[in-house]
């Protein structure tokens, strides 16, 4: 070979030589910056596992050595939370039962007039007032007044009424002077107003009353007081109680009518000559009276007095409550009547019927309205919204039943004085031959079919 082509080939060699030399320097530059990369990353990752398998470790060493004591304690904590829960739940039960039997102090008069009519220039309402006594002492004697708008005039029951200007003046009348801490009273009028019937103030003995309109306290003396603080309810037996003496037969004394004559089983003419005794309407639920009086001596004492029937007023609400076999609370003075604290309101009955006939007393049920409220009576109809005709029917037909074989019961009272003025359409009675609804067509032939 030539010099010249040696001296090519050599230069071609070195030039070879230096190019491969350069790609790979920078080759095993970039492998070299990779290979940091990833050690630097491996460290990095390194590192943090062993913090997360120290933090796992530590708290895996951590569970482990609280756990013989969470096992020795969860049943406890798991008492201890139900326990907190059940204490929470009895505090906010004992709140609102502390709200709901939380009375407010001093003397409380609520009123209602749920049926009104127009007479003149006057609106005149059936008004019913309850008397609340929530102060410190039991109250002997009591007056009430009324301011009321435009007052003109008032006819009650219960109390004595006197009216001057826009106050009226109720005091106490000889049986409901008393009203015991914590009891109440109620009373009744009807009142004429130039306007809706709005009692703006009330004072009960001088004092100034909280007055509330809707639901009226009804007579309820039935107190610790009732208890005399020491006497003990003393249980009675309440079969031996309503059992009819051995003298009595029943259905020995039926009375018959022959025209205008009321006549007994042999013919001879009866005259009966009664009076009233409420509370079975009122929500006294038993005779109003007897949180100051004895059954037993009142029923003799009315007798001895020349009366040979007792016409008893009564709800239909609450008969109709008896035959479902509710039985509200009856009112009376415990200590004075022990022997009935161990009956229910309709027990209490049954026992006053025993002992009418033991007296020699006549009875008469008397539907003096539909519902259980002392101005009940004022009502026109003997339904309303709440009763309706189909419960009235229901009410007489259980009480009749139910008293079919009792010979102490001579009649009853239909329906006390139902009434209304022509002006008042279907709010009011009718007494004709028409087909309108009417007290004749709708309950007197109804109830002789039934």
Avoid at 366 to 394: C, F, P, R
Avoid at 400 to 417: C, G, S
């Amino acid at each position: 070979m030539s010099d010249e082509k040696k001296d090519v080939n050599s230069r071609q060699e070195n030039v070879g030589k230096k190019g491969i030399n350069k790609k790979l320097i920078i080759a095993f530059a970039g492998m070299g910056a990779v290979i940091v990369g990833l050690v630097i990353a491996l460290i990095l990752v390194a590192t943090s596992g062993k913090k997360d398998v120290d933090v796992s470790a530590s708290k895996a060493e951590s569970s482990s050595a609280v756990a013989s004591e969470t096992d020795d304690t969860s049943e406890e904590d798991s008492v201890a939370d139900e326990s907190e829960d059940e204490s929470d739940a009895d505090e906010e039960e004992s709140s609102q039962e502390s709200k709901d039997d939380k009375k407010e102090k001093g003397f409380i008069i609520s009123y209602s007039g749920d049926n009104s009519w127009q007479d003149g220039d006057k609106v005149m309402t059936g008004m019913e007032i309850g008397i609340e006594n929530n102060s410190d002492e039991a109250l002997k004697e009591w007056t009430l007044e009324l301011e009321i708008d435009q007052l003109k005039s008032c006819d009650g029951w219960n109390g004595n009424f006197k009216v001057k200007g826009n106050k009226l003046t109720v005091t106490n009348v000889d049986y409901n002077g008393e009203i015991a801490k914590g009891g109440s009273t109620s009373i009744g009028c009807n009142i004429g107003t130039g306007t809706k019937l709005n009692v703006k103030s009330a004072k009960l003995n001088g004092v100034e009353c909280t007055v509330k309109k809707g639901k009226v306290s009804q007579n309820n003396n039935n107190n610790n007081n009732n208890q005399n603080n020491d006497k003990k309810v003393t249980e009675k037996d309440v079969k031996k109680l309503l059992k009819r003496t051995s003298k009595a037969k029943q259905g020995d004394d039926w009375l018959h009518t022959d025209g205008s004559k009321i006549l007994d089983k042999d013919g001879k003419e009866v005259w009966l000559t009664g009076v009233n005794w409420f509370g079975y309407n009122t929500g006294t639920n038993t005779f109003d009276g007897l949180w100051n009086s004895e059954l037993v001596t009142s029923v003799e004492a009315i007798a001895d007095h020349g009366f040979n029937l007792i016409r008893v007023p009564m709800s239909a609400e609450l008969i109709n409550q008896w035959s479902e076999g509710e039985y509200p609370k009856a009112n009376y003075n415990n200590a004075y009547n022990e022997e009935l604290n161990s009956m229910n309101s309709l027990e209490i009955f049954d026992y006053f019927l025993k002992l009418a006939e033991e007296n020699g007393l006549k009875v008469m049920p008397d539907i003096h309205s539909a519902e259980t409220n002392a101005s009940g009576h004022t009502v026109n109809l003997w339904y309303t919204d709440k009763v309706t005709v189909k419960d009235y029917y229901h009410a007489l037909e259980w009480l009749a039943d139910r008293y079919k074989d009792n010979d102490t019961i001579v009649a009853f009272d239909l329906k006390n004085e139902p009434h209304g003025k022509p002006n008042e359409g279907d709010a009011a009675a009718i007494w004709n031959d028409s087909k309108d609804a009417s007290f004749q067509d709708a309950c007197i032939l109804e109830c002789g079919r039934t």
